[in-house]
């Protein structure tokens, strides 16, 4: 299946992200505030995908594990995103953002492709969270050259991932 998410961030007025819901997208937030939004409309399918949240955003996003999948930049950030869901004691779907130019401008973003098997490894030893997707942002793209090669990279990292792995990721954005 394939979904369809509205960038909160590129018009953060409430009639947008609405009409976007009524048209059947789902609502990617960056923010607290976005997430907060977002719920408050009665959004049923929300990425937050924003970098470096805070506590309290990850605590409204647990409190709403079930219309909420967070997309996690850090090991720091699974391991705190598995003490807010061990509180309330849920399972929150989860992501992960890749890295994709380790050495560039982005790079405090996400984690390395060499590191996706260690990750998924620590994702595995936290009881609340379920790993089920990647992401990845080019950033500023000007052609597609930039995503073509990161997918050819991703094809490799993935071969060598263990079919647990695998089996689990339901998505890739």
């Avoid at 997309?71 to 994709?100: H, I, K, M, Y």
């Avoid at 595995?124 to 997918?151: K, M, V, Y």
Wanted: glycine share 8%; net charge negative; charged share 15%.
């Amino acid at each position: 299946p394939m979904g369809f998410y509205f960038a909160v961030k590129s018009n953060n007025h409430p009639e947008v992200a609405r009409t976007m819901l009524a048209a059947g997208f789902g609502l990617d937030v960056s923010s607290g505030l976005e997430l907060q939004m977002a719920l408050n409309l009665g959004a049923r399918d929300i990425v937050f995908s924003g970098p470096g949240k805070t506590l309290r955003e990850l605590h409204l996003a647990v409190a709403h594990a079930d219309r909420v999948v967070v997309l996690v930049d850090s090991f720091g950030e699974l391991l705190r995103l598995q003490e807010a869901a061990a509180e309330l004691n849920v399972t929150v779907a989860c992501g992960v953002r890749l890295t994709v130019n380790p050495h560039g401008l982005w790079r405090k973003f996400g984690i390395s492709l060499d590191d996706l098997d260690a990750f998924w490894k620590a994702a595995t030893q936290c009881p609340h969270i379920d790993l089920r997707g990647l992401q990845f942002h080019t950033s500023w793209n000007l052609t597609a050259q930039p995503q073509i090669e990161f997918i050819e990279k991703l094809g490799h990292a993935l071969a060598a991932m263990a079919p647990a792995f695998l089996q689990s990721i339901q998505f890739i954005d």
